[in-house]
Every structure is written in C-alpha cells, then in structure tokens.
C-alpha cells in the first residue's frame, strides 16, 4: 500500500486542541466571562487578535464549507454590523483596560459583500477605545469580482496591509461546477489595484482535488498565478463533506480526483512553487522570502489558530460574528451560526454562545505538541513514550517523522501529513473515534 493510501484518511485540519467535535461542552456564559476576564489580564500585554466574521455571499460557491448566508439583498449590511459592534461592547465590559489589538482578521463569507462605509464604522468602532500594537497585522478576505478600489483604499487607510483573494482555480470547466467565477484579468487587475495602493502582502487561495480538475488544468492556473506573483499561496486540499455542504452534490465523487490522482495536483503545485523561489510554510502554505509568514516561520514564530497560520502569537483571539470561535487558552467558545438566532442574543446584552470547552491541563499539553507540530515541524522526543507511542513509532517506520537527540522532527514526506502527525497524539479522538463522517481526508 502507498503512503498517500495508507494515510489518506479523514482527519481534522487541527486549528485547536481538542477539535471541536471532541469539545465537553462545559461552557455557559458566566464561566466564559471569567475565562475572558483571566485571559485579558495575562495576555493583553502582548496583544489580542480579532477574527470577524462576515456571512454574507451574493452566490453560493459549491465547494466551500465556510459558514455563509447566501443573498443580493444588501440591506442586511446594518443590522449584522450593528450587532457585531454590540458583541464587542460585550466584550469590552469585561476588559481591565484598553484592549492592544495585534491581529484583525475579516472572512466570511464574504467580506467586500460589505461597503466601504460599513466596513469602515465596523473597524473604527472596535479601534476607537483601543491601542493598536506596533507590530499590528491587519488582513482580509476579498473577491477578485467585487474589491474595488474603495474597499481596498478604506481598509488600507484604516491599517491593513494584507489581502486574500479566493482563486481556487481559473479553468473554466471547474469554475462552472464551484459556481465561483473570476478571470485572470480581474485578478491581475485588483492586484495592481492593490499593490499601488500600498498592500505589502497579497495571498492567493488555491484549491486542489476540485471537480473535473487535471495535471494540464492545474498547470495552466499556477502558470497564471505565478505571472502575477503574490506573496503567499495557500494551497488547499479540497475537503469534500457533502453531508454538511449540500451544495457539494452538485457534482460527484467521480468527478474528482483522489488519492494518488489527487497528490500529483498537490506534488505539481508545490514543486511549481519552490521552483520559482516560495518556501513551503506549515500545512499548505507557500511564502517567498521577503513575506512576514516565510519570516515568522524561519524565526521559529509562526502560530496557527482559528485564523489559520498567523504571524503573531496571541493568547486571546476574539470571535466576533455568527459561528465565529474565540480561544482564550484556556478556554474555547463558538458562537451561534444562524444570523437570526445571533442577532436576538447580543440585541438582548447576551454573549451569543453555541458551545464552548474549558480545557484540562491534559489539554493543554497536547494543544502545544500540535502547535509544534503545525509551526515548527516537531515534537518533543518525550512524547513517543507516551501513551500514542505505537502510533508515533509507526510515523517514524514509514519516514514521516525522524528522531534526533531531543525532538522528533517532520520530514520532507512528512509535510504532506501533518494532519496524520497531530493525529497520533491526539487523546480526545482515540479515547472516542467518531462514528459517523466528521472530518475530510488527508489529502
């Protein structure tokens, strides 16, 4: 059996530990305020990220499985804005003392769905009784279809340096079965756009096993996007959860590319992107050098959380919006996901909780092995006599994984599988393995 079949299997993407299906749901609004509260106190020194999400989608891309609200009406803008600003009010009752904001991230969804006017009374607001750090990160999720040069000046003006443009593929065949449409001259276009106006980093989103994709599709589209260059590539494997995303139905698992079929789009990718100078960076991230995630990564200071990887580690990262996660470290909560049921709890002065998880110094332990194995390729060397040894040793057997003196250390091979690494440590899955399909695969 090959490596990519014997690991291809389904398993979270582990931007928290426990994951969350894993969570005791132990949280209720009074324990989350004293979490929140103990939080602040140690980590606001050193800065609080923001991840705010934005729902709304004027087209349902079929392969997404992001928590969207599809509509064209665009009188929801105010009342959805209205409501995150009073959740952060909630918020800020319990803080000590101005907040230090370090990381502000806005994803949906999609962001420019919003005006540059609503945008804007959104990040004023949560800036005005708020110190931002020096080393702040501001980024945002836009669509190549949709980001003017309004949106791109109002942010830009209000401290963000980063953009995101969701890509996923520019072949005209897989763009009719995503139902997510943009030229390569509309993305050249807002990348100059971007790019004059001051942006110092501009990331583009990939995505790999999409329906109908082939070798020479995929090799046309990374042909396209290295032309223009961006500073980060994300390089997404496709996570195809039909019985969460209906909208996946509209094409089916014969119409993608699997397992072996599926790691040669990703070996073409990568191997496409270090030709031309990007570093892989962590689990399907690609940086050049002058970006700040190749120099956070070689710094040995690259974080992954709900956001994904950042370039900051913060220990307290507020959720703001429907379905958003906060991570306090010591505590996890995720906020409900229907806009309606979100919007009745903060207009009523009640933090909009779904479920949430307090974590156990067991826990706590093995979030940082993740964490160290997502950012840093490694793990302690102690951990192999814990009590996943079989599954670490077994790793190590089929060259994922290499033992020096002190660590265990991700190979080449291995980078591919970080996912099956993080796996094996993970006690909360092996204590309960699900039943039923939670997870996309591997690759």
């Known amino acids: 059996m090959s490596i990519v079949n014997k690991y291809n299997q389904q398993i979270p993407r582990y931007t928290?530990?426990?994951?969350?299906?894993?969570?005791?749901?132990?949280?209720?609004?009074?324990?989350?305020?004293?979490?929140?509260?103990?939080?602040?106190?140690?980590?606001?020194?050193?800065?609080?990220?923001?991840?705010?999400?934005?729902?709304?989608?004027?087209?349902?891309?079929?392969?997404?499985?992001?928590?969207?609200?599809?509509?064209?009406?665009?009188?929801?803008?105010?009342?959805?804005?209205?409501?995150?600003?009073?959740e952060w009010e909630l918020y800020k009752i319990l803080f000590t003392d101005k907040p230090i904001i370090k990381e502000i991230h806005l994803g949906g969804g999609t962001p420019t769905f919003f005006s540059p006017q609503n945008l804007q009374r959104l990040i004023e607001t949560v800036l005005e009784d708020s110190i931002i750090s020096k080393e702040h990160d501001f980024s945002f999720e836009g669509h190549p279809a949709n980001t003017s040069k309004e949106h791109l000046q109002t942010l830009y003006d209000l401290g963000f340096r980063r953009v995101s443009f969701g890509i996923q593929d520019f072949d005209e065949k897989v763009q009719q079965a995503i139902n997510r449409f943009q030229s390569v001259e509309e993305v050249r276009n807002v990348v100059e756009l971007s790019r004059s106006i001051g942006y110092t980093s501009i990331n583009f989103d990939l995505v790999y096993g999409l329906a109908f994709q082939t070798k020479e599709s995929v090799s046309e589209t990374i042909k396209a996007v290295l032309d223009l260059k961006p500073d980060r590539i994300a390089f997404y494997s496709y996570a195809h959860v039909p019985w969460i995303k209906p909208g996946q139905r509209r094409y089916t698992e014969k119409d993608l590319p699997v397992g072996e079929d599926k790691k040669a789009l990703y070996d073409l990718g990568k191997d496409s992107f270090l030709r031309v100078g990007y570093t892989d960076i962590g689990l399907d991230h690609f940086a050049l050098p002058t970006d700040e995630l190749f120099k956070a990564a070689q710094n040995k200071k690259l974080h992954r959380n709900f956001m994904g990887y950042t370039t900051n580690t913060t220990k307290l990262l507020v959720g703001l919006g429907c379905s958003s996660i906060s991570d306090c470290w010591t505590a996890y909560s995720q906020n409900l996901k229907e806009v309606e049921a979100y919007l009745s709890e903060v207009n009523s002065g009640k933090f909009p909780l779904h479920r949430g998880h307090i974590l156990t110094e067991e826990d706590l332990k093995i979030k940082q092995q993740i964490l160290n194995i997502m950012c840093k390729g490694e793990l302690e060397n102690e951990v192999v006599s814990g009590k996943r040894k079989s599954g670490l040793t077994e790793l190590i057997n089929d060259g994922l994984l290499k033992i020096t003196k002190n660590k265990l250390v991700v190979t080449e091979t291995g980078k591919l599988f970080l996912r099956n690494i993080a796996l094996a440590i993970d006690e909360r899955y092996w204590l309960a393995q699900p039943k039923e399909e939670l997870f996309s695969s591997a690759v």
Not at 17 to 37: A, C, H
Not at 71 to 79: A, D, R
């Open 16 to 86: 928290s530990y426990p994951t969350v299906p894993y969570w005791d749901n132990n949280l209720n609004e009074s324990l989350w305020k004293d979490q929140i509260k103990s939080s602040f106190i140690h980590n606001n020194k050193d800065g609080i990220s923001l991840y705010i999400h934005l729902p709304y989608c004027e087209s349902l891309c079929t392969y997404c499985a992001c928590n969207t609200r599809i509509t064209v009406n665009h009188k929801v803008e105010t009342p959805y804005i209205n409501g995150l600003i009073k």
